[in-house]
């Protein structure tokens, strides 16, 4: 376990990702909780019509007091890191160009073979040209 992890660390390319990925996600949420309490928190602020009251957003249960404008901020940041990450890397942008055929279905045994093939190298059987396959002369 601790050679892989070694082997892992010791990797150039895997070692820069994952500094960047650290440093990158930090950055991005510094940048989301300042985006939360400039947008955010004055939204939360007016549908709790406080009108500028200076008096914090705080309950306390069994002695533990939870600043819940804080919570929703950093659940905000969450929310839109998560976003992010998800277009950059998963997300793929839509329907896939579909690829230039250069396979076909074989008419008898249904396997994929070549578009040009004159016989199938399954079943053996002979296979017809297609109308659109270029042409050998």
Known sequence: MIQRARFFFRDSDTSVALIVGIVGGSALHGLFVAIGYGFVLPV????????????????????????????????????????????????????PAAPDPDTRDCPDCKSEIWIDARRCPYCTSVVPPLADAPEES
């Open 44 to 95: 939360v602020d007016e549908v709790m019509q406080r009108g500028g009251d200076t008096q914090p957003f705080e309950f306390t249960i069994l002695g533990i007091t939870f600043n819940y404008p804080q919570l929703v901020i950093e659940l905000t940041a969450i929310l839109l890191l998560a976003a992010v990450g998800y277009v950059l890397f998963v997300w793929d942008g839509g329907e």
